[in-house]
């Protein structure tokens, strides 16, 4: 039973490339959590997904930043054009209907640097 | 606009019972208390939640005021691996406001 899978472990980009993030959920979870962790900072909420839907993207980044769960395959998110703020540990959570009965299971995460 | 309050740190003896507090005191009827813990670089980690009653599980014991207004999470036995940052949330279980909202959590740090 496979937790939630996070690829790759580690990035680095140059400034202006883009970041692809992928988020296996766990196997029968259908949501999908993403955060952010900026180096010696709590996390912080990006975007709540459910198969080809985004519920929440309250705290995704108006430019640049963008997330899918399509029908089939990981969940993704996007950061174009990066910059060296966007430096941080990303994580991915997933849940079975919400968690009504227990909690989220995070990825390990993936850290990305922009040099 | 975290909805509750952790001390910032705590320290313990490898061995004996931690015991984390957090005030919830805005807590609403249909929120739960949940915990999680986060080991330096990993994902974080659910331990534990509950809605008005104790309780426990392997890793740990829940403990909510009858008012609900704070609880108690108590790691019996602690060893130096339950070093973390430990987060107490609370959150409404289900729908589209189901998410997560980390505060700055507490500290444990077990010393030998």
């Known amino acids: 039973n496979a937790g939630v899978m996070q690829n790759p472990r580690h990035l680095v980009r140059r400034r202006g490339q883009e970041a692809r993030l992928r988020c296996s959920p766990m196997?029968?979870?259908?949501?999908v959590y993403w955060y952010r962790q900026l180096p010696e900072e709590g996390l912080k909420f990006m975007v709540y997904?459910?198969?080809?839907?985004?519920?929440?993207e309250s705290g995704m980044p108006k430019e640049r930043f963008s997330a899918e769960f399509p029908k089939e395959g990981p969940s993704i998110l996007r950061i174009q054009q990066v910059v060296r703020g966007d430096s941080a540990a990303y994580f991915c959570?997933?849940?079975?209907?919400?968690?009504?009965?227990?909690?989220?299971?995070f990825g390990s995460g993936t850290r990305l640097t922009v040099v | 606009d975290a909805k509750t309050t952790q001390p910032p740190s705590m320290d313990c003896a490898e061995g004996r019972a931690a015991n984390l507090p957090c005030n919830h005191s805005?807590?609403?009827?249909?929120?739960?208390v949940y915990w999680y813990r986060q080991i330096h670089s990993q994902g974080p980690q659910y331990i534990i939640h509950?809605?008005?009653n104790n309780e426990t599980n392997e890793m740990a014991s829940l403990i909510i005021t009858e008012d609900r207004k704070s609880s108690t999470l108590i790691l019996p036995h602690a060893t130096l691996r339950d070093t973390a940052v430990y987060y107490c949330?609370?959150?409404?279980?289900?729908?589209?406001?189901?998410?997560?909202?980390f505060g700055k959590g507490i500290t444990l740090s077990v010393r030998p």
């Open positions: 805005t807590i609403s009827g249909n929120e739960y």
């Open positions: 959570a997933s849940s079975p209907q919400g968690a009504q009965d227990g909690g989220y299971t």
């Open positions: 997904l459910q198969k080809e839907n985004i519920i929440d």
């Open positions: 949330i609370v959150r409404v279980a289900g729908g589209a406001n189901s998410k997560l909202t």
């Open positions: 509950g809605l008005k």
């Open positions: 196997k029968g979870h259908s949501h």
